[in-house]
């Protein structure tokens, strides 16, 4: 170990060098995109966040050198954790050091198993988890599509289509909850959180498509526009889903077509998603609409003792 290396909390002083490894570790994730500052600012922001308790850096002489993010999913008992060590100070154990620190927060939260998410390919950082007594639990895929060849959306469904509007989030958070109950890692979530994501987003509702029955809200597709540092801009399909009394009608089809005709009209050639790959009915759905695996990763998870 290294005698000049210090484990503490985040400071606001730290965010320029935070950015840097955000962006680092994003390119490493296999959704991974540019993070500007301002969705940095958003992200940190978040209900039952506090970056000066849940986030952790290691610096060595003044130099943040890497940092430990803890994502509490208190309803499900669990604490997601991000990790990046620069390329040059690894191989110092001081990503096994962050974990260490940090550990006993995460454990404050109440979360009873950590897990962290790393690209299948990611031999070195998969060696690392292993190490630290991780053990894989659950494989997912990445899954691209060339919006040129996206089908049309139906024009015929009896279901209402449209976009959400202010005041609905907290319809919209019981749909999701209803959907995914029993989806492996959802931790579910609340009206306040949903109308945060959608206040700190530009146009946010507009990229949310609701399907309706007279008046009850059965399904919905959120979307995201994604940016790289060039200013290229790619859309991503982030959650689909049908109320688990309207399933086998198509709703969920109808909603991924028009999503991705709506990113399409906006000029964008590339959707992306990322599915379970326990989840056979997604990956029906996906692969009949035009997406193709591009990646997978794995989740770790260990126990906190």
């Known amino acids: 170990m290294n005698p000049d290396l210090t484990i503490r909390n985040y400071r606001p002083a730290d965010f320029d060098a935070l950015l840097r490894l955000k962006n680092m570790s994003a390119a490493l994730a296999p959704d991974g995109h540019y993070m500007s500052a301002q969705a940095l600012r958003g992200v940190m922001g978040r209900p039952g966040y506090m970056s000066e308790r849940d986030l952790f850096v290691a610096e060595i002489a003044g130099t943040v050198v890497g940092y430990l993010d803890i994502n509490a999913e208190t309803r499900i008992g669990r604490a997601v954790l991000e990790v990046l060590v620069l390329p040059e100070y690894r191989q110092r154990g001081i990503a096994r050091e962050l974990y260490r620190q940090a550990a006993p927060r995460a454990k404050a939260t ?13 031999t070195t950082g998969r060696l690392v988890l292993e190490k630290a007594g991780f053990n894989p639990v659950r494989r997912f895929y990445e899954m691209k599509m060339d919006l040129s060849v996206v089908p049309e959306p139906s024009t015929s469904t009896a279901f209402t289509m449209r976009c959400l509007q202010a005041g609905e989030e907290a319809n919209l958070a019981g749909l999701q909850n209803r959907c995914f109950t029993d989806s492996w890692g959802y931790n579910p979530n609340t009206a306040a959180e949903i109308e945060y994501a959608c206040n700190t987003t530009e146009n946010a509702r507009d990229l949310i498509f609701l399907a ?10 959120w979307m995201n526009i994604e940016h790289n540092e060039q200013g290229e801009s790619q859309g991503r399909a982030s959650m689909l889903g049908v109320d688990p009394d309207y399933r086998g009608k198509d709703i ?6 028009l999503g991705m005709a709506c990113l399409k009209g906006r000029g964008l050639r590339i959707a992306r998603l990322t599915v379970d790959s326990e989840n056979l009915a997604a990956n029906n759905l ?13 989740w770790y998870e260990k126990a906190l003792q």
């Open 286 to 298: 996906y692969h009949s609409i035009g997406f193709k695996k591009s990646d997978t990763s794995l």
């Open 252 to 257: 969920g089809r109808e909603l991924m077509l």
């Open 212 to 221: 309706i029955d007279m008046d009850r809200l059965v399904g919905y597709h």
């Open 110 to 122: 109440g979360a009873k198993v950590a897990h962290v998410n790393v690209r299948e390919e990611n």
